[in-house]
């Protein structure tokens, strides 16, 4: 019988699941679309069940229609994510998501002037923004503390699907190193005197590396039998940076998906105070990494309001030209992560004219995240972060223009590897390495194509993102103003 590897990643538009022998190659796939809620402004949400139950179907799909040996479970999710239970471990409320989730802008205020940006950055690697766990736990504590009274545990989508198969409470660190303030980076364990004035009645879970066995098995369950060995698993961003084997030292990750995500590896910590630093998936690295509050789900929107497909939308986008005739547009329809750090920025279309048509606005759109991306760069070489090799994954990469858009805007070459499947390849490759430490992702996935900047486009870009940047600074009064606008109009 065939033996192989069971990856699942729980994503922000949908859940993946993949089947991979041990040489790397896919043996079948499944994907399960679902939706966030957006209750309020600012407030991003997902039942925390149903993380579970798209596992157990994924895994039932796949263990159905191919009779395999599970090797090893590996499993990831989006995140920093806060999914609290109770001390039977029921889910209380909705769990709140990562940085698009924006709600403790009040608690990030008041943290804040209570530990100094200097002393955050020196113990824990960033500042507090609306990425960072600690805030969202302080909201909890304001804003339900009935539910908070009753809650005991914290759990991020691949730490609660661990729980549930292997009966282990555990958190990978580089999980954990999101969980700003709570986790000190240097000491690579939790900040135990912090924790406890910002979550008294949490209960910290056991910190492991991803590729770490936690556990197996406790029974049958989707196919997959008792015994078989799980690991500890992590963010899906940083599984996506392992698939294609941007996890090493001077390797930029550029993820293409509803969010836009970017992650600099290096052998020492880095710190910035508009940017994210963490604990690298593999012991002994560390990131520098950054995010898009909205990229794919711009174009998303565009397609919904137009009521056409991508397809028709790309090719209308060619026959506009680079520029989109004069449109300009900022990517904060979500507010702004990083570097602008900014929940309140909101998107801006700069230039229309009566003749511009859907295909200018949706180039626009790829030009604005391609422009987003370039303030990331910016920033992460001002931090020291020096760049040699630019990987790019993710379902975005099958957009030609997307691609060849962020090169022309950034001017690096991009790498494609064999495999762009992306987070749930990654989690596979985590299993991998559980049992096989020499397992390879160049060999598993090697690079199968690049992306060159064209060169005769450099100095217009250059020209556009000077535009970009200054039409953030003179807008965002009245930005401000709007947003504040929108919540008061949601509160009533």
Avoid at 9 to 26: F, H, N, Q
Avoid at 127 to 156: I, S
Avoid at 193 to 208: G, T
Avoid at 357 to 367: I, S
Wanted: glycine share 8%.
């Amino acid at each position: 019988m065939t033996r192989a590897y069971l990856g699942v990643d729980i994503g922000t538009s949908s859940s993946k699941g993949v089947l991979v022998d041990e040489a790397g190659r896919i043996l079948d796939t499944v994907v399960l679309a679902h939706e966030v809620r957006r209750p309020h402004p600012g407030h991003v949400e997902m039942d925390g069940q149903v993380w579970w139950r798209e596992f157990v179907k994924i895994a039932e799909e796949l263990l159905d229609r191919m009779r395999v040996d599970i090797i090893a479970v590996g499993v990831s999710g989006m995140g920093p994510c806060v999914l609290v239970t109770d001390v039977r471990d029921e889910p209380l409320r909705p769990a709140m998501l990562y940085g698009v989730d924006m709600r403790a802008t009040e608690q990030i205020r008041r943290m804040t002037e209570r530990f100094g940006d200097e002393q955050l950055l020196a113990q824990c690697g960033s500042v507090l923004t609306t990425q960072a766990v600690g805030p969202k736990l302080a909201w909890l504590a304001d804003n339900e503390p009935e539910l908070v009274a009753r809650a005991r545990r914290l759990y991020m989508p691949a730490s609660w699907i661990v729980r549930r198969l292997t009966g282990e409470y555990v958190l990978d660190r580089h999980s954990a190193s999101q969980c700003t303030p709570l986790f000190d980076r240097g000491a690579l364990d939790w900040e135990r005197a912090w924790a406890s004035e910002i979550a008294p009645w949490l209960e910290l879970p056991r910190l492991a590396w991803p590729e770490e066995i936690v556990g197996t098995t406790r029974e049958h369950v989707a196919g997959i039998p008792a015994g078989t060995p799980v690991v500890a698993g992590t963010i899906d961003a940083w599984t996506e940076s392992l698939s294609v084997g941007a996890h090493r030292p001077g390797d930029l990750m550029l993820m293409y998906g509803t969010t836009m995500f970017l992650i600099a590896s290096a052998r020492h910590r880095m710190s910035s105070p508009s940017m994210w630093g963490t604990v690298g998936v593999r012991e002994g690295t560390w990131n520098l990494a950054g995010g898009l509050a909205a990229s794919g789900a711009i174009t998303a929107w565009i397609a919904e309001l137009c009521g056409v497909d991508f397809t028709t939308l790309a090719d209308e986008a060619d026959a506009s030209a680079p520029g989109a005739r004069g449109l300009l547009m900022l990517p904060y329809f979500a507010g702004e992560r990083t570097p602008i750090m900014d929940p309140d920025a909101r998107g801006l279309l700069v230039g229309l004219t009566l003749e511009h048509t859907r295909g200018d606005l949706y180039r626009a759109a790829l030009e604005a995240t391609a422009l987003a991306v370039r303030h990331n760069l910016e920033a992460m070489a001002h931090a020291g972060v020096e760049i040699s090799r630019v990987a790019a994954v993710g379902g975005g990469t099958k957009a030609r223009a997307w691609t060849q858009t962020v090169s022309d805007v950034t001017g690096l070459e991009q790498e494609l590897r064999a495999v762009t499947v992306g987070a749930s390849y990654g989690a596979a490759h985590l299993a991998a390495l559980a049992v096989d430490p020499l397992a390879d992702i160049d060999a598993w996935n090697p690079v199968a194509k690049r992306i060159t900047p064209s060169a005769h486009l450099a100095e217009f870009f250059d020209a556009r993102y000077r535009l970009y940047r200054d039409i953030y600074e003179s807008s965002a009064e009245v930005m401000h103003a709007l947003a504040a606008e929108q919540y008061s109009t949601v509160r009533q």
